[in-house]
């Protein structure tokens, strides 16, 4: 860091008190309307910096009767200027998060036995320990300070998502932390939580960190799309990245908004096992017999043909027996049930509410390509698929899709990183796969986290290589013990008070936080939480339009030009 | 504004707190309230003051007097010239000059009788209120049986002007701000200052 | 309880009583001789041959007797003389008193001089004087407290001579108290000695021409009223009986002169004094006095002027002494008195603890000089025992 740049900043206010557990607090020393909440600040001391966040900020008096009687009507101007500066006060509350340690003015004799007894180790910032001393100033980060937390653009890795909001420093995410874990995107519909999730899954793609699959329910991300409040052309990842992006559709001649798709995908019947049905009891209003049902079916035909089987049968289909009776036809539901001792209701009921899956074109007999290896393959190459539901974007379609998908690419995935693991010569570690999840709490909310495989993902998967992108507005209606699993939280605007608090759970500094969260700007601003972010930060998101696109694809890796590099930390040359 | 010692008068009684001097009713240097005085007590030890009352006492014939329908000049001139009622002015002690060195302590003991009184000059009032951070505001502030409020006006009044004078303006700016940060948790007597201060109006 | 209240109580309806029918008497005998004043006033040659006539045979006599005009006349007050100097002197003495450490005497006697329509400061002159018994007496007898006084005046005369030197305006000095040195003692040389070197202060103002005068404020003189009985007793159609009883009624001179000094101001016409000691002033020492009205209100309040006869003699000096006088009083509003006179007995007076500092300072010295103390006596230190305090 530039003492240059650090030294433009003047002091907002200086610390009178606070405690590890309760925040700091600091005495404004400059007009209140000058700070915001949510603003990143340092804190100097003599030989650590702490960082912080500005959570509350308070009007204090030093007796309640300077602050009830207008001074300025009975005493002179300057003298009451002077008296309400004394005397009428703002406090901030900062939320200390984390410090760094600076050792002593490199111009003083100290700082070199200081290098000397610290070695060749370098300054890292670390969670917050302890606390800064009286008196210590309170600065507003500068573009040094913010870079040094958040890292910076030049780096590999490091992604501007936005901007700080009172002096506009760039702020990055990590994007391989953002990865290493399960992450979540949130903000109530309207937000620009669609266009953030584009923001970043573009970073994603450029920085080629990991491969996406995303499940695009609203057929947002693939193609090129319409604003639904602008009314402007939205452009999709497809026709950004060409090469890169692989657009799925669902069923055989399924086209997305009337194109034809990369390539579609079918599901054979035999790929449908019970806690795929299982998992639609809600969807399909199963009873609680249904697993039984299954298990029966199973038995009787194989974990592979009893879909195909169960589908042929003909429910309440009789024939004349010989005594003339009418009787269960032999390929009738009743027939099969009787003969397995299985309630013959309940097996009809069964077969009756799975017609709809019946009827689905995308599961078939036997697929024309074999779509899902197809898939696969593309995301090993590093390729993106952004599967797209096309015509089928009901509930039914989304939770059997998704989860049908996922888990074999689960599968897949386990089965590869433990060949590689056993064979570590032979076969290649399968690429890092980010599984990008739209409307997640219909499959990650408290009934059905259990039984999909998301929820395993989002738990175990991280050794596999598989984390999740969730995106939600109804965090609260994700099953708690996922939500805790989410490195990362990138967070617009929250109206219920229970989403707020679903997407805080599990952090430290809630209390302060709840606020900020609560008071975001319904647009653009967002706020960085949790593992994968150095401290909880409010942002103004970047703007997903074409100056975008123009930053991000003219951007150039490799050599950074070092006049570049002198100008952004404030050398002229 | 003054730029020699002026004698004022001499003391008739004296603490460590505080000391009264006597003058002429008629005596052309009359110091006013809030003036900054000095009392050499002894070789290298002087007090210092500010002059927080002023006052003449009365008599029978006064009183007969002031009843009179008209009075002719010669008795007028008489009576404040040669009968036995001095001025008496009231001083508290805010400080001490010691071995040359100023400082906002009290002389370690008072002035005594007939001492001589002395108005300070602009040198002596800037060089006094600049020792320190104006610490002997404490003094002023202590004595409640005192204007306090129109003490420190009449007394900064009149610094201010002195500070002025050698092209400090930011004095006075200081001098409040101080009062308001020792006086803060005590509003009635702030506001009381401040109001004060307030009717000087500015320079 | 150092008096007897309930005695008291029972003595003060007679008292009053008595003292309120005296008043009645007076008053009516002074009504009486008011109407002889009248009657006999326009022939102040017959009244002086009167006082003459009886004085041969009453050689004690003390009157007043008519000075150039008749005794009946009255005189508005004149037009102020303005810029004069006026100078005034009082004194006052520390008695001798056996029963203080040191014995000793002092007369202090101050002057104040006043330049009227001016704002020029006063001038004031105090002298302080040691005495022991030897001084004044040359040993023949104890200083006493008459001689004490007498050296008094004539020091306070004498303060007003030196004072009046040198002065380029008209000059009036002024006294408390009258001009005639009048003492009770038994040591006739001393008083001579005395009286003669008064009479020579006197003679310095006739010399410089310097009006001195004494005021005698709330006189109880009775000269007049005495004159005009002598008239009473010598007429021929005289009422023996009312003679008999106007002798036994003392009326002082302003009973009869209240009724006719009615405005601010007025005076009477000059009165000799004749006296046993008169016979010492003689020709322009002669002394002689007037009444005058120095209250500002319709009710008169009367004083007496004490003048020389040769400022008497002339109509001027008599009106700036009785504008000057009248003046003076107006200064002091509702209490009249001369202002001047006021101010030389503050600047005279010694006070109590003036007198304990100065027997202490002359015990300090004597015991210093290897003399021993005197203790003062024992009746003095009891009266100085502390009196009953009371507990706060």
């Known amino acids: ?573 | 504004m003054n730029t020699t010692p002026i004698e004022i008068g001499r003391l008739l009684r004296s603490s460590l707190t505080g000391f009264v001097a006597g003058c002429r009713v008629d005596q052309p240097s009359l110091p006013v309230f809030g003036t900054l005085v000095r009392v050499p007590i002894e070789d290298q030890l002087e007090a210092f003051g500010l002059v927080y009352d002023i006052h003449m006492d009365d008599d029978g014939l006064v009183r007969q007097l002031a009843t009179s329908h008209s009075l002719p000049p010669e008795v007028i001139a008489d009576n404040r010239n040669n009968r036995n009622m001095p001025v008496e002015i009231s001083i508290i002690t805010v400080g001490r000059r010691k071995t040359g060195i100023l400082s906002h302590l009290l002389p370690g003991h008072p002035p005594v009788s007939l001492d001589v009184l002395y108005r300070c000059t602009s040198q002596e009032v800037r060089d006094f209120t600049t020792t320190g951070r104006l610490g002997y505001f404490r003094h002023i502030l202590r004595a409640e049986e005192l204007p306090v409020g129109e003490l420190l006006a009449a007394h900064l009044e009149q610094a201010r002007a002195a500070h002025r004078e050698s092209g400090d303006p930011a004095w006075f700016k200081n001098a409040t701000r101080e009062l308001i940060t020792l006086l803060r948790d005590d509003y009635p007597t702030l506001m009381s200052v401040l109001n004060a201060l307030s009717d000087l109006g500015p320079e | 309880m150092p008096i007897n209240y309930h005695q008291v109580q029972q003595q003060i309806p007679d008292f009053c009583k008595r003292a309120s029918n005296q008043r009645q008497e007076a008053l009516m005998a002074a009504g009486l001789l008011r109407d002889t004043l009248e009657k006999e006033g326009p022939q102040p040659g017959k009244l002086a041959s009167l006082v003459e006539s009886e004085s041969a045979t009453n050689k004690s006599l003390r009157c007043a007797k008519p000075f150039q005009e008749s005794p009946a006349c009255v005189h508005g007050l004149p037009e102020i003389t303005r810029g004069i100097t006026l100078i005034a002197a009082d004194g006052s003495q520390i008695n001798p008193s056996r029963h203080r450490q040191v014995e000793f005497s002092l007369i202090n006697v101050a002057t104040i001089s006043l330049q009227t329509d001016s704002d020029s400061p006063s001038t004031i002159n105090t002298e302080s004087t040691i005495m022991d018994n030897f001084d004044l007496t040359a040993g023949t007898s104890f200083l006493t407290e008459n001689i004490i006084a007498l050296e008094r005046d004539i020091r306070e005369r004498k303060a007003l001579l030196e004072q009046a030197s040198g002065s380029n305006t008209p000059l009036l000095t002024l006294t408390d108290g009258p001009l005639e040195l009048f003492r009770e003692t038994n040591d006739a040389h001393l008083i001579g000695k005395m009286l003669g070197e008064y009479i020579t202060i006197l003679n310095g103002f006739l010399e410089k021409r310097v009006i001195t005068a004494g005021y005698v404020d709330k006189p109880q003189s009775d000269l007049v009223a005495r004159l005009l009985k002598l008239s009473i007793k010598n007429n021929n159609t005289r009422n023996l009986q009312e003679y008999d009883r106007m002798e036994t009624i003392r009326v002082a001179d302003i009973n009869i002169f209240n009724p006719v000094l009615q405005n601010p101001g007025d005076r009477t016409s000059v009165f000799a004094i004749h006296s046993p000691w008169s016979k010492h002033f003689k020709d322009a020492l002669e002394l002689c006095f007037f009444y005058i009205n120095v209250s500002q209100t319709d009710k008169p309040y009367l004083a007496r002027v004490e003048l020389p006869a040769w400022c008497a003699s002339s109509p001027s000096l008599l009106d700036t002494l009785q504008a000057v006088v009248f003046q003076q009083c107006v200064i002091m509003g509702s209490r009249p008195y001369p202002y001047i006179l006021h101010r030389a007995h503050e600047l005279a007076l010694i006070t109590f603890e003036e007198t304990t500092q100065l027997d202490s300072m002359l015990a300090q010295k004597m015991l210093d000089s290897g003399s021993s103390q005197e203790m003062i006596s024992n009746k003095q230190s009891a009266k100085d025992l502390p009196g009953r305090g009371r507990y706060i």
């Open chain 1, 1 to 573: 860091m530039n003492a240059s740049i650090r030294d433009k900043n003047k002091p907002i206010g200086y610390i009178i008190g606070g405690s590890l557990k309760e925040s700091l607090r600091a005495r404004l020393i400059v007009p209140p309307q000058e700070v915001r909440e949510g603003s990143f600040v340092v804190i100097r001391t003599s030989d650590w910096q702490f960082y912080g966040l500005i959570t509350d900020l308070q009007l204090g008096a030093t007796d309640p009767r300077f602050a009830d009687e207008p001074s300025g009507e009975r005493l002179q101007s300057a003298i009451s200027d002077l008296l309400q500066g004394q005397t009428l006060f703002t406090t901030l509350e900062v939320l200390p998060t984390l410090m760094l340690e600076r050792g002593p003015d490199p111009g003083s004799p100290e700082y070199a036995q200081w290098r000397e007894k610290r070695g060749a180790i370098s300054s890292k910032t670390i969670p917050v320990k302890t606390i800064p001393s009286h008196y210590a100033e309170v600065l507003p980060a500068n573009e040094g300070d913010v870079a040094e937390i958040f890292g910076s653009e030049t780096s590999s890795g490091y992604f501007r998502i936005g901007n700080t909001r009172e002096q506009g420093h760039p702020v990055c995410i990590d994007l391989v932390k953002l990865i290493q874990r399960s992450s979540g995107i949130f903000g109530a519909t309207g937000t620009g939580k669609s266009f953030l999730t584009r923001i970043i899954l573009s970073g994603l793609i450029k920085e080629k960190l990991a491969s996406l699959l995303i499940f695009d329910m609203h057929n947002e991300y693939g193609l090129d799309d319409t604003a639904t409040d602008t009314q402007e052309s939205v452009p999709g990842l497809k026709g950004k990245f060409p090469a890169a992006v692989r657009i799925v559709g669902l069923g055989r001649g399924a086209s997305v908004r009337g194109q034809a798709p990369d390539f579609n995908l079918e599901f054979a019947q035999s790929d449908i096992q019970p806690q795929d049905i299982e998992l639609l009891t809600h969807e399909l209003n199963l009873k609680d017999t249904t697993p039984a049902t299954l298990d029966a079916l199973v038995s009787s035909f194989g974990i592979e043909n009893w879909y195909s089987k169960f589908k042929a049968m003909k429910p309440g289909s009789v024939i004349q027996g010989e005594d003339g009776k009418r009787m269960p036809a032999p390929d009738s539901v009743e027939t099969w049930a009787l003969e397995n001792n299985v309630n013959s209701l309940a097996a009809t009921s069964l077969h009756n509410k799975m017609t709809r899956l019946f009827h689905l074109p995308y599961i078939v007999e036997q697929p024309a390509a074999n779509g899902l290896n197809e898939i696969i393959k593309a995301l090993q190459n590093g390729q993106h698929i952004v599967l797209s539901f096309g015509d089928h974007e009901n509930d039914l379609d989304y939770l059997l899709v998704t989860n049908l998908l996922t888990r074999r690419i689960r599968e897949k995935w386990v089965e590869m990183t433990n060949a590689h693991r056993s064979h570590i010569e032979r076969t290649a570690e399968p690429r890092q796969l980010v599984v990008v999840l739209e409307e997640a709490h219909k499959l990650l909310n408290h009934e059905m986290a259990r039984q999909t495989t998301f929820s395993t993902i989002a738990r175990e998967m991280r050794k596999y290589g598989v984390t999740l992108l969730v995106i939600d507005q109804r965090p609260s209606q994700i099953y708690s013990e996922v939500m805790s699993q989410l490195g990362s939280r990138i967070c617009g605007w929250l109206g219920d008070d229970d989403d707020i608090h679903a997407v805080l759970s599990g952090l430290a500094g809630r209390d302060a936080l709840r606020g900020m969260l609560a008071r975001l700007q319904p647009k653009e601003e967002v706020i960085l939480l949790g593992w994968g972010i150095p401290m909880p930060l409010v942002i103004q998101s970047r703007r997903y339009d074409n100056q975008f696109w123009g930053e991000l694809l003219g951007k150039t890796h490799g050599k950074v030009n070092e006049t570049q590099i002198m100008k952004e930390l404030g050398f002229q040359s």
